[in-house]
C-alpha cells in the first residue's frame, strides 16, 4: 500500500512538472526577456490608464502643455543603456500636429524605469470635442510589452492614453474632496469657482482649503442670488446651483 502511494505521489509531481516545462514553452509571459509597462502620474491626474486634461481652465496664451508617461521594467537590471519603442496605437483621434513625442526612448543603466514627457497642444477644434491620444509598447531587442496591472488609482500595462480638450471637464480629484465641500460637479459651478478663486488645480489639497473654498463660493452664490431676484444661479441642467456637501 505504501509503494502504491508513493508511486501515486510520483507521477502526481512528474505530471505537474511536465505541466510548468509545457507552460514555459508555450506561455509568453514565461519568456525571459524584459517587458515593459506604461503608466502616468497620480499627481498629474492620471487615473487607471488614462490621464485627462482641459485648456479651459488655462489661459489662452497657454498654447501647450507637457503630460509625464512612465515607462516601468519588469525583470533584471542591466548595466547599459536600454532603448524602448513606442507606438500611436488604434483609438486615437488626435491629429499629428496636436501632439508631440520624444525623439527616442531610453531606460538609463542600472535602472528599472524612466519618464518621458509628451507635449500635447491647442487647437480651434478642441472648444467643441475632446482628443486622444493612444500610446502602445512595441516589442524590441529589449523589451516585450508588458502585462496589465490594475491598482487602486493608477494603472500599468502595455497601453496608456492621453485625452485633452478645452471645454471644461470634471477633474478627477473632484469626487475625493470637492464634492463633500462645494457639491456636485458642473460646468458652470466649476467656471465660477475658478472666476472667484482663481483656483484651477486642486490637486493635493487639503480639506481646510476645500471647505475655504465653499466658504469663499457660498458668500459669492449667496450675493449673486441677492443681486438676482427669482434667478438663482442654474447649471447647464436647469438646476439651480448650490454650495454644500453632495448637493448640486
Not at 202 to 219: F, K, N, P, R, V
Request: contains cysteine.
Amino acid at each position: 500500500m505504501k509503494s502504491s502511494r508513493f508511486y501515486y505521489t510520483l507521477l502526481i509531481l512528474l505530471t505537474l512538472v511536465a505541466v510548468a516545462c509545457e507552460k514555459n514553452e508555450q506561455d509568453p509571459s514565461f519568456k525571459t526577456q524584459a517587458r515593459l509597462l506604461l503608466s502616468g502620474l497620480e499627481a498629474e491626474g492620471a487615473r487607471t490608464d488614462t490621464i485627462g486634461f482641459t485648456f479651459a481652465i488655462w489661459p489662452t496664451s497657454l498654447a501647450d502643455t507637457q503630460v509625464t508617461v512612465v515607462a516601468q521594467t519588469m525583470g533584471n537590471l542591466s548595466g547599459q543603456d536600454r532603448s524602448f519603442s513606442i507606438a500611436v496605437d488604434t483609438g486615437t483621434t488626435a491629429l499629428p500636429e496636436e501632439y508631440s513625442l520624444p525623439a527616442s526612448f531610453v531606460i538609463p543603466a542600472d535602472s528599472f524605469r524612466a519618464r518621458f514627457p509628451v507635449t500635447i497642444k491647442r487647437s480651434s477644434r478642441l472648444t467643441a470635442q475632446a482628443v486622444k491620444l493612444a500610446l502602445v509598447v512595441k516589442e524590441n531587442e529589449h523589451f516585450l510589452p508588458g502585462p496589465r496591472f490594475t491598482g487602486s488609482v493608477v494603472y500599468s500595462g502595455p497601453r496608456f492614453s492621453i485625452v485633452w480638450t478645452e471645454v471644461l471637464t470634471q477633474p478627477a480629484i473632484w469626487n475625493s474632496s470637492m464634492l463633500y465641500a462645494v457639491g456636485r460637479w458642473s460646468r458652470v459651478k466649476h467656471q465660477a469657482i475658478i472666476d472667484v478663486t482663481g483656483i484651477r488645480n486642486y490637486e493635493g489639497l487639503g480639506y481646510s482649503q476645500t471647505y475655504a473654498i465653499a466658504a469663499t463660493m457660498l458668500d459669492w452664490l449667496n450675493d449673486y442670488n441677492a443681486s438676482h431676484p427669482n434667478d438663482p444661479l442654474r447649471d447647464e441642467n436647469g438646476l439651480e446651483v448650490k454650495i454644500c456637501s453632495q448637493c448640486n
